[in-house]
T-cell receptor, first 112, second 115 residues
Framework: AQSVSQHNHHVILSEAASLELGCNYSYGGTVNLFWYVQYPGQHLQLLLKYFSGDPLVKGIKGFEAEFIKSKFSFNLRKPSVQWSDTAEYFCAVNLEGFKTIFGAGTRLFVKA | GAVVSQHPSRVICKSGTSVKIECRSL??????MFWYRQFPKQSLMLMAT?????????EQGVEKDKFLINHASLTLSTLTVTSAHPEDSSFYIC???????????FGPGTRLTVL
């Protein structure tokens, strides 16, 4: 069955530290990839997406993600986190067609 | 950007009653809307996909007679939880997609509490 795995459920970082959140999926066909963020008390917002082309995609607020097809991965990175990045991050994979599967989420807490 | 609203944001009801949740795309026409359920500290679980004017497609394990979905127009989809029970208490989130795009825009969610 198709699945999306996020390796870290909780991450605690100090401000200015670098961030990398892992995401792997299991599906052999064409995929579209997303990272969503949910700030405390707010709804899901799109951080970045990959449909095709350059596998390194840049999103809002300094986030980027790299699609490595051979590894079925789409890891999220940010070189220097801020306290305001405290949120829950969801990796999502859209399979051929409209069905989208979400990872379990990673809660990031950034210490000021 | 595309905005999706949900109403109500919170609802508390008695066991056995039915609750209707609305999902609206405010500034675009949503050919497809999705309903998710999110349990505490867990991810979003897709419940059903609805296309305007046709019956919803439910995911395995989701009772279609309990969770009635109507997508009557390109800007409105409703989820009715019928004969609600405490185990139906959850956070329900809708999303909408426009045309052939795979990108979904999410509503703010509805917190349902069944007493």
């Amino acid at each position: 069955a198709q699945s999306v795995s996020q390796h870290n459920h909780h991450v605690i970082l100090s401000e200015a530290a670098s961030l990398e959140l892992g995401c792997n999926y299991s599906y052999g066909g064409t995929v579209n990839l997303f990272w969503y963020v949910q700030y405390p008390g707010q709804h899901l917002q799109l951080l970045l997406k990959y449909f095709s082309g350059d596998p390194l995609v840049k999103g809002i607020k300094g986030f980027e993600a790299e699609f490595i097809k051979s590894k079925f991965s789409f890891n999220l990175r940010k070189p220097s986190v801020q306290w305001s990045d405290t949120a829950e991050y969801f990796c999502a994979v859209n399979l051929e067609g409209f069905k989208t599967i979400f990872g379990a989420g990673t809660r990031l807490f950034v210490k000021a | 950007g595309a905005v999706v609203s949900q109403h109500p944001s919170r609802v508390i009801c008695k066991s056995g009653t039915s609750v209707k949740i609305e999902c609206r795309s405010l500034d675009f026409q949503a050919t497809t809307m999705f309903w998710y359920r999110q349990f505490p500290k867990q991810s979003l679980m897709l419940m059903a996909t609805s296309n305007e004017g046709s019956k919803a497609t439910y995911e395995q394990g989701v009772e279609k007679d309990k969770f009635l979905i109507n997508h009557a127009s390109l800007t409105l989809s409703t989820l009715t939880v019928t004969s609600a029970h405490p185990e139906d208490s959850s956070f329900y989130i809708c999303s909408a997609a426009q045309g052939s795009t795979r990108e979904q825009f999410f509503g703010p969610g509805t917190r349902l509490t069944v007493l």
